[in-house]
């Protein structure tokens, strides 16, 4: 909670920039990117306490990963804040020696992120949280915001060279990073765009836990087990819906622009979702016989 405090510090430091810095990068003001990671360090911090304080008992190992979390966390935004200053960016920057070895060090970083934030996936795993609902939500969570940091590796492979000298990657496919794009987040409106996959895979940790919220305080004539059911018919389509809109931007498609294989895939997980949470709540107990077993 003391990273996320830091971290709401330096969104709110970001908007005075973006507000007084008339400086562009990328086709976006130099500070939005250092206020989207700050943002997401606050969510991301906000509901990894919120899910280890479920943690029927203290452990070790998610301490020490907990640790290695924040620090990773401040050397990302550390480094994002400097290139800023610099005038320069943050990623896929190559253009002097310095540059490469900061966007090197920030992709080392993230590795270790995602193997501390596995570890403690495993360790919840372990523990079995007591209450099933909050069990199910954080566990396809975390699985599933691991997911979501997978979905940005291919902005980095040698298939997202843009053929730019200094530039070793790109967000965008089929088109250049820095054009037309949608508003706050950027996404592209004239190509793929990866980090639209990468963002919807992250915020799984938030949504499945916010749905398993919701779920508990509006449908309270449904018992725990079929609740918990229905948490994984959201976490698997949730799944699949960050796969198929990495798919999509792969396939140099805007967000708003699907082709109609796209929009078929799309139809196709819907009706598997309405027929999956139908079975689910076709099957559910009867408050009575709940309450008798």
């Known amino acids: 909670m003391f990273l996320v405090s830091v971290m709401a510090v330096l969104a709110v430091v970001a908007v005075v920039g973006i507000l007084v810095d008339p400086r562009v990068l990328t086709g976006a003001p130099i500070w939005l990117k250092p206020f989207k990671f700050a943002v997401s360090f606050v969510l991301y911090g906000a509901m990894l306490a919120w899910m280890l304080s479920l943690l029927p008992r203290r452990s070790r190992a998610v301490e020490r990963a907990v640790v290695v979390i924040v620090a990773v966390a401040v050397v990302e935004n550390a480094l994002i804040v400097g290139q800023v200053i610099r005038g320069q960016t943050s990623h896929f920057n190559d253009t002097t020696p310095l540059n490469t070895a900061l966007f090197a060090t920030m992709g080392a970083a993230i590795m270790v992120l995602f193997f501390a934030h596995l570890v403690i996936g495993i360790v919840v795993l372990i523990q079995r949280i007591p209450d099933r609902v909050a069990a199910t939500a954080v566990g396809w969570g975390l699985g599933l915001s691991l997911l979501g940091m997978l979905a940005a590796v291919p902005m980095a492979l040698p298939m997202q060279d843009p053929g730019i000298e200094g530039v070793s990657g790109a967000h965008s496919v089929g088109v250049p990073d820095g054009g037309p794009g949608l508003p706050l987040v950027g996404w592209s409106t004239t190509g793929g765009d990866l980090r639209i996959g990468h ?4 915020h799984a940790l938030q949504a499945l836990p916010i749905l398993a919220i919701l779920l508990s305080r509006f449908a309270t004539r449904l018992d ?22 990495t798919w999509q931007a792969l396939r140099e498609q805007p967000l708003l622009r699907p082709d109609a294989v796209t929009l078929a895939a799309v139809a196709a997980l819907v009706v598997a979702t309405a027929t999956a949470t139908g079975l689910v709540l076709a099957r559910r107990r009867r408050p009575e016989l709940a309450l008798a077993a």
């Open 199 to 202: 963002f919807v895979g992250l």
């Open 224 to 245: 725990e087990r079929t609740r918990a059911r229905l948490l994984v018919v959201a976490g698997g389509a949730y799944g699949v819906l960050t796969v198929l809109l």
